[in-house]
């Protein structure tokens, strides 16, 4: 079993920055590669980026590329995202995930064995 603990996220104007903090806890979350997703409503949950524990490999949606970055605190067990430059259409519900796999290329909700509870980003323009 593993939780999920996210914290962050509020309300930022347009090409502000905020950052997202997951909390990972349980058996093996070594072996688990972590990611974020978001689902904006209306819409279908959806791939941000996902994270090893092991190594510097990431992997960023092409939507938040060169905005959006993902990073982690071995120590802490925790994964961070850092998002600037937003954009209105960055609104959603935003998720911590974790998948038993070493595959950072994990985008389809579906592959997803652990999610946390969601936390609100709402950017105004």
């Known amino acids: 079993q593993v939780q999920l603990v996210e914290s962050g996220g509020g309300l930022v104007q347009a090409g502000g920055s905020l950052g997202l903090s997951c909390a990972a806890s349980?058996?093996?979350?070594?072996?688990?590669?972590m990611g974020w997703f978001r689902q904006a409503p209306g819409k279908e949950r959806e791939f941000v980026a996902t994270?090893?524990?092991?190594?510097?490999?990431?992997y960023v949606a092409d939507s938040v590329k060169g905005r959006f970055t993902i990073s982690k605190d071995n120590a802490k067990n925790t994964v961070y995202l850092r998002m600037n430059n937003l954009k209105p259409e960055d609104t959603a519900v935003y998720y911590c995930?974790?998948?038993?796999?070493?595959?950072?290329?994990?985008?389809?909700?579906?592959?997803?064995?652990?999610w946390g509870q969601g936390t609100q980003v709402t950017v105004s323009s």
């Open positions: 349980g058996r093996a979350i070594s072996r688990y590669t």
């Open positions: 994270i090893r524990w092991t190594g510097a490999y990431t």
């Open positions: 995930a974790a998948r038993y796999s070493a595959s950072i290329t994990y985008t389809r909700p579906e592959l997803v064995d652990y």
